[in-house]
């Protein structure tokens, strides 16, 4: 079984998007656009605050009303960031995003962001390890000849 930072290694973009506080939600929804991610790190003089999603936008800015060229990420960013250390397993962090519905997962090193780990970097992991053994499976039954 792999660890967080083994699949943030094996990631092909391992870049880590990040917004200050003070930003307005639409420039961070025109981030994450650019980017093609659901999720920005909220972040403040190297420190993270928060982590601002998509699902914080529908739920925070569509439903009550607000206007998104107006309204700041610190005002409904999660300031409760949930993070695993770079040496935890991949089932560690999927029990995580189940257990607290998350999409994605800041991942730590001590005080240092190493990366962010999405639930689709999870699941390709998660589907290259089956494969991996199932090709195992397939040369030890057939006794290596195919």
Known sequence: MKTAR????AKPNQAIF???????V????????EKSVGALLVMEHGKIQGILSERDYARKVILMQR???????????????IYVRADQTT??????MTRHRLRHLPVMEGDELLGM???GDLVNNI?????????????YITGGSR
Not at 26 to 33: E, I, W
Not at 91 to 96: E, F, K
């Open 6 to 9: 083994q699949v943030l290694e």
């Open 18 to 24: 990040s917004i200050p506080p003070s930003a307005t």
């Open 26 to 33: 639409y420039a961070a929804l025109q981030l994450m656009a």
């Open 67 to 81: 206007t998104s060229r107006e309204t700041l990420v610190r005002e409904i960013m999660t300031t409760a960031v």
């Open 91 to 96: 089932d560690d962090c999927m029990s995580l």
């Open 117 to 119: 780990l999405s639930i």
């Open 127 to 139: 589907i290259s390890e089956q494969r991996f053994v199932i090709e195992q499976l397939e040369h």
